[in-house]
């Protein structure tokens, strides 16, 4: 595969525009981790290749990785194998609370515009995806080294990388960073947390390799559709309680 085709990775690894500043990288960052492209206790690259990735000085990285020791994603060890180091957090929020603090309309309002940049990005990606592209995409649904979530979050920031729109790719990261957590993993009012995407993302995925964008467009829109339908029953059941 080409250098230049976009990854997940690559996409949260792009470098900032000239006047971001530490808090962009710690956001970029943040992102890796939570979308589980950087692993519990894996090294981050040193100081001078985060820069030149990003494009920043050395002291800006430094900032982002002060800010990221505070709040407890970063750990850096002194001495031979030293560095920094992710550390995953180990807790969850509170679903429950979050989802009680968000209005109905809210909640709507936010996935039907995640969904509209979601079903934008799978069109894209059916038009301009190679079959190295379709490769990384089932990894990415094949992964089971984490929480239900990080999966789905990675699986459409692959597929929204693969579209090779930046700008849809920056939304995706956006809106699955502010519903995602709660919109891929609601505890259901029976008890049941345990859903499997893995068919929705099979159709997905072969939609996007036989090239008909209008299909994949479709199936996603259903996929995040149902997610909110799961997301609302919970809500309401717990502004009844």
Do not use: C
């Not at 990675?154 to 995706?172: F, G, I, M, P, T």
């Not at 709660?182 to 029976?190: A, G, I, K, N, Q």
Request: no cysteine.
């Amino acid at each position: 595969m080409g250098t230049d085709r976009a990854s997940a990775r690559s996409v949260v690894f792009a470098p900032l525009d000239p006047h971001s500043r530490a808090e962009t990288v710690v956001r970029r960052l943040t992102d890796a981790i939570t979308f589980g492209l950087l692993t519990d206790a894996q090294q981050l690259p040193s100081e001078a290749d985060l820069a030149a990735q990003f494009g920043v000085s050395r002291v800006t990285v430094r900032e982002a990785l002060v800010a990221l020791r505070q709040q407890n994603l970063v750990e850096t060890r002194r001495g031979r194998g030293g560095g920094s180091f992710v550390r995953t957090p180990a807790a969850k929020d509170d679903l429950r609370t979050r989802l009680t603090e968000l209005s109905l309309p809210t909640v709507r309002d936010t996935a039907d515009h995640y969904a509209a940049i979601a079903g934008a990005a799978a069109r894209l990606a059916a038009q301009r995806a190679d079959a190295d592209d379709i490769l990384r995409i089932e990894e990415v649904d094949a992964d089971a080294s984490g929480p239900l979530h990080r999966m789905e979050r990675a699986y459409h920031l692959e597929v929204a990388a693969v579209a090779q729109s930046a700008r849809l790719a920056r939304e995706e990261i956006r809106f699955a960073t502010e519903l995602g957590t709660l919109l891929w993993s609601p505890v259901l009012p029976d008890g049941d947390n345990a859903y499997d995407p893995h068919a929705d993302h099979r159709g997905i995925t072969a939609a996007i390799a036989a090239g008909d964008g209008d299909l994949a467009r479709k199936l996603t829109e259903d996929h995040l559709e149902r997610a909110v339908e799961r997301l609302v029953t919970l809500h309401l059941t717990l502004i009844e309680q």
